[in-house]
């Protein structure tokens, strides 16, 4: 174990002295192309900064109007029957737009529950198996200028059900 330790601390700086070092073998203008990638970069972030405001601004209204909390209320007998907490839909619906607003309601569940509650670990897991897809397909496909998305949100929206069921499963078959 000591030994990945070891290597994670020194794996990231090797990587960057590899990649100048080859750069200089090469002969090619290491900082010039540094300085042309990161153009490039903040480029794509002023391309992408209005679809970020916009979800920002949304989920912001989704939580303070109450949206999220009567969803979780209407849906209620669906998500018993299914033997999920009516609790964690206003985590699952955020998390589809914005991992960051997801992490806040996460800190809401531990203050109200606990972190080592049913909930609190039933959070966790979900939060870690579980996609930003609105978020993603939208800052990607914009940057890549993707018109057509064909499948992507019908194969997203599945794997994050298919990763909120197995969150349900792992959570209650450790530690229920």
Do not use: C
């Not at 670990?121 to 609105?134: A, G």
């Amino acid at each position: 174990m000591k030994f990945l330790l070891y290597i994670s601390d020194y794996i990231i700086p090797f990587i960057i002295f590899y990649i100048v070092g080859f750069g200089l073998l090469m002969r090619a203008p290491v900082f010039h192309e540094f300085t042309k990638g990161a153009e490039d970069g903040f480029k794509v972030v002023l391309n992408i900064m209005p679809t970020l405001i916009g979800l920002m601004i949304a989920i912001g209204i989704l939580r303070a109007s109450g949206t999220l909390d009567l969803l979780a209320n209407i849906i209620k007998p669906i998500t018993n029957f299914l033997k999920f907490p009516s609790e964690l839909v206003p985590l699952v619906t955020v998390k589809l737009f914005s991992s960051s607003a997801a992490t806040s309601l996460l800190l809401d569940i531990f203050k109200q529950h606990g972190p080592d509650s049913y909930l609190g670990r039933l959070s966790s897991i979900i939060m870690s198996s579980t996609e930003t897809v609105f978020y993603t397909m939208s800052v990607y496909f914009m940057a890549a200028k993707v018109k057509k998305t064909r499948y992507t949100l019908a194969g997203a929206l599945f794997a994050t059900f298919v990763g909120v069921l197995a969150s349900v499963i792992i959570t209650n078959m450790i530690f229920k």
